[in-house]
């Protein structure tokens, strides 16, 4: 059990994939060294920027003058083909287990086959709702994909809360007028955005699902919540 910080009650969750429920940095980083290796851009720059990004919203970024439609095709094929040395992030399975099926949803940068093909890899069960990079044209930190997430599931937005590991994740989420539980490091920058912050899933716990909605507990983790 989580060392109780604060309770949330909410009606629904909606969850990042890359960091927050699969653990798949290492392999995203491999892929896309690949990628710029072939193309003679910077892998460094380009794995730096990738956090919370989609595909083609990163080669616009790094390599302009390429085809960002085809490179990012190049890159999705190699993701949906490769999902070797997945694993679920720490406390994933149990969170996702103790919520009901209809009331989670994934909003993630990848394509829908690489999250449905990385959370089968993980062990994972599949969402009953997921929104993927080819379902909006904006990506995070432009709010659109959750919009739609909340949508899916019937919620208000207020009524949601969003679990992301990246800036650009978080932006996404309060702007679209969720509530947002921050995970692992890179989000420090973004701490005054948070409504909590935790290491992993396992400082997240479910206290209670009933007709009046979800209550979670998070643990005292490495920065504010409010």
């Not at 990628?35 to 989609?54: L, Q, T, Y």
């Not at 009901?100 to 394509?111: D, L, Y």
């Not at 929104?131 to 904006?138: C, K, L, Q, S, W």
């Not at 400082?203 to 998070?218: K, N, R, S, T, Y």
Request: proline share 8%.
């Amino acid at each position: 059990m989580a060392t109780i910080a604060h309770p949330i009650r909410c009606a629904a969750v909606v969850f990042d994939l890359d960091g927050v429920l699969v653990d798949s940095l290492r392999l995203i980083e491999r892929i896309l060294r690949s990628w710029a290796g072939h193309r003679a851009v910077d892998p460094d720059e380009a794995v730096a920027r990738a956090h919370g990004m989609r595909d083609i919203d990163l080669v616009r970024l790094v390599a302009p003058g390429l085809d960002a439609a085809a490179e990012a095709r190049w890159i999705a094929e190699r993701e949906e083909r490769d999902f070797a040395g997945l694993r679920p992030v720490p406390g994933a399975p149990e969170l996702l287990t103790a919520l009901p099926s209809t009331a989670w949803a994934v909003a993630t940068s990848g394509t829908r086959l690489v999250a449905s093909g990385r959370l089968r890899a993980a062990g994972l069960p599949q969402p009953a709702h997921l929104v993927a990079a080819e379902d909006i044209t904006r990506g995070k930190p432009d709010p659109e994909c959750y919009r739609l997430a909340v949508d899916l599931l019937g919620v208000p937005p207020a009524h949601c809360l969003a679990v992301e590991d990246a800036p650009n994740g978080v932006r996404a989420a309060v702007a679209a007028g969720l509530r947002c539980v921050g995970v692992g490091p890179a989000v420090g920058e973004v701490a005054h955005l948070l409504h909590g912050r935790v290491r992993d899933l396992r400082e997240v716990d479910v206290l209670g699902v009933g007709d009046d909605g979800i209550v979670l507990a998070l643990a005292t983790g490495p920065g504010p919540a409010r």
